[in-house]
């Protein structure tokens, strides 16, 4: 079995490598705060409700997430949870938005922001910058400004040895940053994390971290 399972691994991230944009399909299910990655690289979406479709660049990096319920976006989740992720690539930065289908989650409505740039040193999160997008129109001056209080429009940390920092949605990818998952250094995985207490996404965040400091 486990022969078979990295005959597997080895087998997609060969395809990933071979400079061709690549789409993985992953089982999924929503929990009370987030959403449970089931099953990694299903062959059959036919009979599945819940599918995660990952897009994978040319590089071997993610480059969208898109939360499926029977084909298409689910609408019926948590506000502060996105259906959709989007992931751009510049040098020493990863650049991740946040969409509920095609619109920016919105700060009035709800304590989540809409983009994040992470800064990285040797593929290591060095210090990040977190926006948050705001209703102009359907809200008053008044109502925005408070809501700004809350969830200002540009929020920059600096990670230090005693913080653990990761790429929020990278830990529901299968293909991360071509297999390295980016972290601040003196990260401590901790298994029973809120987002992934359960395999495979134990194995793959620790394999990921790993490969990135060898």
């Not at 995660?52 to 989740?77: A, M, P, T, Y």
């Not at 809200?139 to 913080?163: H, L, M, Q």
């Not at 990260?187 to 194995?203: A, C, L």
Request: hydrophobic content about 30%.
């Amino acid at each position: 079995m486990k022969q078979n399972i990295l005959i597997l691994t080895f087998t997609i991230f060969g395809f990933l490598a071979n400079g061709q944009e690549k789409t993985l399909f992953h089982s999924y299910s929503p929990t009370a705060s987030s959403w449970k990655i089931i099953e990694r690289n299903i062959r059959d979406t036919t009979n599945v409700i819940w599918v995660l479709k990952e897009i994978v660049d040319e590089k071997g990096r993610v480059k969208e997430l898109q939360f499926l319920k029977n084909g298409k976006l689910i609408s019926d989740h948590l506000c502060y949870l996105a259906n959709r992720v989007t992931f751009a690539y510049q040098p020493n930065k990863i650049i991740e938005e946040l969409f509920w289908d095609s619109t920016p989650p919105i700060a009035n409505e709800c304590d989540i922001n809409c983009k994040t740039v992470y800064h990285l040193t040797n593929n290591h999160i060095d210090s990040l910058e977190m926006f948050h997008c705001f209703d102009t129109e359907n809200y008053t001056e008044e109502e925005v400004n408070n809501a700004k209080r809350y969830a200002p429009e540009r929020f920059t940390f600096i990670c230090n040895d005693s913080t653990n920092t990761e790429i929020d949605y990278y830990y529901h990818s299968y293909a991360k940053l071509n297999g390295i998952y980016p972290v601040n250094n003196g990260y401590k995985f901790k298994d029973k994390h809120y987002y992934y207490d359960r395999e495979p996404v134990n194995t793959e965040i620790l394999n990921g971290i790993n490969k990135n400091n060898r």
